[in-house]
């Protein structure tokens, strides 16, 4: 999905958005998603990742250093809610992508329906307007990737008894 929102000057900003349902229960997803450190448990070809500075992986602030696919990327924890189940995080250094101003959010809601989970993930940034669908496409297409291995380790996991 994409949309052009405006920034407080009326700047054009591009979202991408991309969202499923997981059959295990929001809560078991969170548990893996909320450690910033997690991502190469969760990502396929994301190789060693360590939080910088000797912060944990949920501490706000945590800068994030993972390889992914060869390449270094640095990424800092914005914000993140237990409560809520989501994080946001931003480029330390310069995105792999021709993009300013990114920051990206991953949100684990309940389905009580059926005890699943609702997952979005979604990323705001701008860029050169030629490029904006490109790159909304790009990134909703790589949220698609991630979540999919999500759900292939998800199911590597035993659900637990419910109570």
Avoid at 120 to 134: H, I, K, L, N
Wanted: charged residues 25%; proline residues 6%.
């Amino acid at each position: 999905m994409m949309a052009i929102l405006h920034d407080s000057r009326g700047a054009p900003v591009a979202k991408a958005y991309y969202s499923t349902v997981f059959e295990q229960p929001a809560g078991e997803v969170w548990k893996i998603i909320r450690d910033f450190n997690n991502y190469p448990v969760w990502v396929h070809g994301a190789g060693a990742s360590e939080i910088e500075d000797g912060k944990s992986g949920d501490t706000v602030g945590a800068v994030r250093n993972v390889l992914y696919r060869g390449r270094r990327i640095r990424q800092r924890l914005l914000a993140q809610s237990d409560v809520e189940r989501f994080q946001t995080y931003e480029f330390v250094d310069t995105p792999t992508l021709p993009v300013t101003d990114f920051s990206a959010t991953v949100q684990v809601t309940p389905v009580i329906d059926g005890n699943r989970a609702f997952i979005e993930w979604w990323a705001e940034f701008e860029c050169d307007p030629p490029r904006r669908v490109g790159l909304t496409q790009t990134l909703t297409g790589w949220f698609e990737i991630w979540l999919e291995s999500l759900r292939d380790e998800m199911a590597l996991r035993p659900v637990p008894a419910e109570i």
